[in-house]
């Protein structure tokens, strides 16, 4: 008696027989269509409607469902390609905010730098151009630092100004840099006119940012609102016609005035000699000591 073969089975040999039908039935249907599409083409055609028509259903839902998956699919890939484009652009945007705050800032620069050089053509007795490093604010004192000194010509007593007006004059000038006192200073006096009538007034710095502006004759308050105090040249120190400051607020028989000069935003200041030679040794000695 012969062994059985390993791993063979009755469940094999049906499955195997039955192969074998499926497949001679299958063979035999499509010889059947086969000989129906041959001799009466009308009813195949007939026939495969009514198959396409059963599995209609079918497909369609297959479709559904694969359309759907697909949807699902793209729309997570656009989600995330959506959220990556957000962020690129939110860093794309950053990027221009900053070039333009940059772009800005130059301009501002730039148009300070021409109007100096427009006044500098024009002022005849001009030793130096510098810039505002720094400046008090909070102190009663009010100094600035400019980035000239001594190398550059410049020496104590000289008169400080910008594009917009009077800044001060140097109080301390090492080789590098110099130490101006601001007109809005307590120890700043300042002889001026109104622009307006040509009257006499005299300015002198509050020590807050501010300028007391007075007449020197005694009567009506001259001043108004918006009125521009300029230099008179009297004294020798400044010269005359330089923008001191814009009267904001009137007080008593005198005013309060800003300078136009404002040293928080000025960057380029000119340093200017005397109006007169002898004007800044006979300077108050008390401007000219040193600041603790």
């Known amino acids: 008696m012969a062994a059985p073969r390993p791993g063979w089975s009755r469940r094999a040999q049906y499955g195997l027989f039955f192969s074998f039908i499926a497949a001679i039935a299958g063979l035999a249907i499509g010889l059947i269509l086969l000989a129906i599409s041959i001799a009466a083409p009308q009813r195949f055609n007939d026939l495969r409607g009514l198959a396409l028509d059963a599995t209609s259903p079918i497909s369609g839902a297959l479709h559904e469902i694969t359309a759907t998956v697909s949807g699902l699919a793209s729309g997570a890939g656009d989600y995330w390609d959506a959220a990556g484009q957000n962020d690129r652009l939110k860093r794309e945007n950053a990027a221009l905010r900053r070039q333009m705050t940059e772009a800005r800032a130059i301009i501002l620069d730039n148009r300070e730098l021409r109007a100096t050089l427009r006044l500098r053509e024009k002022a005849p007795h001009v030793v130096a151009v510098g810039r505002i490093v720094s400046s008090s604010f909070e102190s009663p004192r009010r100094f600035a630092v400019l980035s000239a000194g001594t190398g550059d010509g410049i020496r104590e007593g000289m008169p400080v100004r910008s594009a917009d007006g009077l800044i ?125």
Not at 194 to 204: D, F, P, W
Not at 246 to 269: E, H, K, Q, Y
């Open 168 to 292: 001060g004059r140097i109080l301390h000038s090492g080789s590098m840099d110099s130490r101006v006192l601001l007109v809005s200073d307590r120890a700043s006096t300042v002889p001026a006119r109104l622009l307006k009538t040509g009257q006499a007034v005299l300015c002198q710095g509050r020590g807050d940012g501010t300028l007391d502006v007075k007449p020197l004759e005694v009567g009506r308050n001259p001043f108004k609102p918006g009125d521009i105090v300029i230099t008179s040249g009297v004294g020798g120190l400044y010269p005359p016609l330089v923008p001191i400051a814009r009267v904001v607020r009137l007080l008593g028989d005198g005013a309060i005035a800003v300078p136009l000069a404002n040293i928080g935003s000025t960057t380029v200041a000119m340093v200017e000699e005397p109006y007169e030679a002898a004007a800044a040794a006979n300077a108050p000695v008390s401007e000219q000591e040193p600041i603790p």
